[in-house]
């Protein structure tokens, strides 16, 4: 089965969004035509050298990774650098080369969501919520039409507030209009002021909706220039942002939740804070390198924060409050690989996507 990178790229992006990727990241196609036709994905966690070795053995025409190959501005491809001449090997190769990286962690159902399906946390939220990633949806329109074009909207996924939908607020009033030379109204005459007595419906819409809606509404809505209002909002946006938060079904000593960790993530070390008598049950997560969030899980209650890459002073920062656990950076995003191969497969079951057998943690232990 061929397919266009473009629609590979679709259907890993409406499971997450690179709205909700950090300012710094760099993600999406990296290299590569999104129109070229495919019909083999390699993915993996890193684009190392051995990564696009085997795509070139197996002539897959996309290596799709967790982390981004290209971070920074390249001012030139030459093979002095490592990353440039990485870039120039799949290029002469013909090899795209895509990443989702922080969009896939800040989404709710991302890594951290699947580390927390390891460990059977329940009750979970976002730990810190994104900012600036919600819109008002305001619009004006006739009382013949006011419902079927609000079912619109919510059938298009506006108006989710939490864990409610079809929310929505609807007021009365009078609209008034004069429809000029060349216009095609749907109610009035041209040349003549005309009032209409219409409703103005508002709800929220996420980011990553609103050229959705938008489209939706002008499809749906009767007027021939509907009058619309996409505001920008200050609201934290629930369903996106860094580390997730949740409860064990049951509490446990620390050393019983270190084992716990170990055992359902296939660590083979641990790096831990101090242990103390303190209960565990309320656990923060952050995938991949997340000390900068260890105050706001403190702030949140957490019994014990899993994350990785913890620098040795940070360590001290917890003392009694918290059991902080360096899972490694690796450990906690291994997950990654079968996340994206599951969102191909369920897109596109008979796309050749597979996991890398190249792929593996740079970090080697002795034990």
């Known amino acids: 089965m061929y397919l266009k990178i473009k629609q590979i790229a ?98 709710s159902c991302g890594l951290n969501a699947l580390v927390a399906d390891e460990l059977e946390l329940v009750q979970r939220s976002v730990l810190v919520p994104q900012n600036h990633r919600l819109y008002k949806l305001v619009t004006y329109v006739p009382l013949t039409h006011f419902e079927q074009v609000k079912e619109k909207l919510f059938a298009a996924g506006g108006g989710c507030v939490g864990h409610y939908d079809s929310c929505s607020f609807s007021s009365s009033g009078i609209g008034t209009f004069r429809a000029q030379e060349g216009t095609h109204p749907f109610v009035g005459q041209i040349g003549v002021l005309h009032q209409e007595s219409e409703v103005r419906i508002e709800m929220l819409v996420a980011a990553h909706q609103r050229h959705l809606l938008l489209s939706v509404l002008k499809q749906v809505h009767p007027y021939e220039e509907p009058a619309i209002d996409l505001l920008p909002l200050e609201n934290q946006y629930e369903g996106a942002g860094s580390g997730l938060i949740g409860m064990l079904k049951t509490p ?76 490694g950076h690796y450990e906690t995003e291994q997950f990654s690989r079968q996340y994206l191969y599951t969102i191909l497969k369920e897109n596109f079951t008979t796309f050749a996507a597979q996991i890398s057998e190249s792929s593996f943690n740079a970090v080697h232990y002795l034990i």
């Open 252 to 327: 446990m000593q620390a050393c019983d939740f270190l084992q716990l960790v170990k055992k359902r993530m296939q660590i083979p070390v641990l790096r831990h804070s101090s242990i103390t008598e303190k209960i565990i049950q309320k656990v923060a997560i952050c995938t991949g390198a997340g000390s900068f969030l260890m105050d706001d899980a403190i702030r949140c209650g957490a019994d014990a924060f899993v994350t990785g890459d913890v620098k040795y002073h940070e360590f001290f920062v917890p003392q009694k409050s918290l059991l902080l656990i360096d899972a």
């Open 10 to 107: 679709e259907a890993i992006e409406r499971v997450a969004p690179r709205v909700y990727a950090e300012d710094w990241d760099n993600v999406g196609l990296l290299v590569g035509d999104p129109e070229k036709e495919v019909d083999q994905a390699l993915i993996a966690l890193d684009c190392s050298e051995a990564v696009i070795d085997e795509a070139i053995e197996k002539k897959a025409g996309i290596i799709i990774t967790h982390h981004p190959l290209i971070f920074s501005a390249m001012k030139k491809l030459t093979p002095s650098n490592d990353t440039a001449r990485l870039v120039m090997k799949a290029i002469k190769n013909d090899i795209a080369i895509y990443a989702a990286h922080t969009n896939l962690d800040n989404i």
